[in-house]
């Protein structure tokens, strides 16, 4: 990516929907002074975690979505589920804080690039069909089949699909601001962040488009996702405000939690010549995937391959970095595969170069996470520091990094390592200065 006759990709604009806040300023406000965004869910009347405690976004409700972040968008709300709002309102917040208008970019010049996990519908949007495609004849509910696949689906709602499928973040933004230019969905969980930038990026290097609204949308606080993630993941338990410790050698799980962000990226001749203000430059990105023969995944490898990748396509060394972005959860052995891939990567300065993770501060929202932990660093190192890593304590008896923690810290340093990884095994990498 960064060949030398390609055009560069700056970063211009920052929507965020987050559980430290709406918009740059909140989330700002409340990362800097180390406040972490879980608490009790109030707007669902159940999820499944331990004292139904997540990184809910609690002031985005039906009643804020229509009046205020979704309100030039308000007729198509009905053929949105919270994934898909979060994703709109953090796209029209981000090119408004870019300087961009609708039509202010020739539409075929302006693309999307969006990432999200599968969206569930929750139980009590099918309870009706279920019921009147059950028989109870003989007093016991049986569901019949072919009442429900006979041509009619009675009791679901108006235009049920289009409310869940990953690709419509993408639709209903092109259609909102009039991006006609290049437009995709990506499903890969974590990693969507880094994949939707370096797709987004080549876009603009290969003179595709000038603008790409690039972001990710996710929910975790979901009533059948709550249930996958007792199964598949490990979820912590405790106090809010303690419960999430990324890398630390104590840690016990992760929090569920929503978010959705927007960068937009642009080419930098673009940008300078609406007078724009530039928030970073993207220098280069990686991507790997790695499983066993037998379907083990390899996060450790995933993440080394991802992260040398950008780096070398972005022409820097471990020792050039200021700090790593990290995808740690606080999971248990996951923080320690990263860990492992880190130090791979870093190698004789893995134990200087510093290293955050800001999942301390949101909990996991899934695809959603990448590009809002991206924004903290870029908000932080407008103010010249890296983010401390919340309720860290004691280093990873076999896999320790220098974890930022106790203060911010300040540096001058604006080049930083994004990585992200699934429990799949795929990884993602961005490096960006700023």
């Known amino acids: ?38 608490k009790k869910i109030e707007l669902a009347s159940f999820v499944g975690t331990p004292g139904c405690i997540g990184g809910e976004i609690s002031d985005f409700n039906d009643e804020t979505a229509k009046k205020q972040h979704l309100k030039t968008v308000r007729k198509n709300l009905k ?40 969206m ?16 109870c004849s003989s007093g016991k509910p049986v569901f019949v089949y072919d009442k429900w696949g006979g041509g009619r689906f009675d009791g679901m709602e108006p235009l049920w699909l289009l409310r869940y499928l990953p690709n419509m973040p993408g639709c209903h933004i092109g259609i909102a601001l009039d991006a006609r230019g290049p437009n995709n969905s990506i499903t890969h969980d974590e990693a969507s962040g880094g994949l939707v930038i370096a797709e987004a990026a080549n876009s603009i290097r290969r003179n595709r488009a000038d603008v790409m609204i690039t ?19 490990v979820l912590a338990d405790g106090p809010a405000e ?14 569920l939690s929503e978010a959705a962000c927007t960068l937009i990226l642009e080419a930098r001749e673009h940008a300078e010549a609406r007078g724009a203000k530039i928030l970073g430059t993207l220098l280069g990105c990686g991507a790997s995937t790695v ?5 083990h995944p390899d996060e450790a490898t995933a993440i080394y391959q991802a992260a040398s990748a950008a780096m070398a396509r972005s022409g820097v060394s471990a020792e050039d970095l200021g700090h790593v972005n990290a995808c740690a ?23 200087s170069v510093p290293v955050t993770a800001i999942k301390s501060y949101t909990g996991s929202a899934g695809s959603g996470s990448a590009l809002c932990e991206v924004a903290a660093s870029l908000l932080a190192l407008q103010h010249g520091i890296v983010p401390k890593t919340l309720n860290f304590s004691t280093p990873d008896s076999e896999s ?22 699934t429990r799949m095994g795929q990884a993602s990498a961005v490096v960006v200065k700023v």
């Not at 960064?2 to 300023?25: C, Q, Y």
């Not at 972001?215 to 993941?233: E, L, P």
């Not at 990324?246 to 840690?251: E, G, L, T």
């Not at 499983?291 to 379907?295: A, N, P, Y």
């Open 1 to 38: 990516m960064s060949n030398s006759s390609a055009r560069d990709v700056v970063i211009t604009g920052i929507g965020l929907v987050s559980p430290l806040g709406i918009g740059r300023d909140a989330f700002w406000s409340n990362l800097s002074e180390g406040r972490n965004g879980l």
């Open 79 to 118: 053929v949105m589920c919270r994934e898909i709002q979060l994703g709109v309102a953090s796209a029209l917040q981000a090119m408004e804080d870019a300087g961009l208008q609708a039509g202010s970019v020739a539409p075929d010049r302006i693309g999307v690039d969006f990432g999200a996990n599968l």
């Open 242 to 255: 303690t419960r999430v410790r990324p890398f630390d050698n104590n840690r016990s799980g992760e929090a």
């Open 400 to 421: 320790p990094l220098n974890v930022i923690h106790g203060e911010h810290l300040t540096t001058s340093n604006g080049l930083f390592l994004k990585t992200s990884v």
């Open 291 to 295: 499983v066993s023969r037998d379907g």
């Open 120 to 135: 569930s519908t929750p139980p009590d949007a099918l309870l009706d069909a279920v019921v009147k495609a059950s028989d």
């Open 329 to 351: 959860s606080g999971h248990p052995r996951r923080d320690r595969y990263e860990a492992e891939g880190l130090r791979r990567v870093l190698g004789s300065h893995a134990d």
């Open 215 to 233: 972001g990710v949308t996710g929910t975790r606080i979901h009533t059948v996702k709550a249930c996958h993630s007792y199964h598949w993941d």
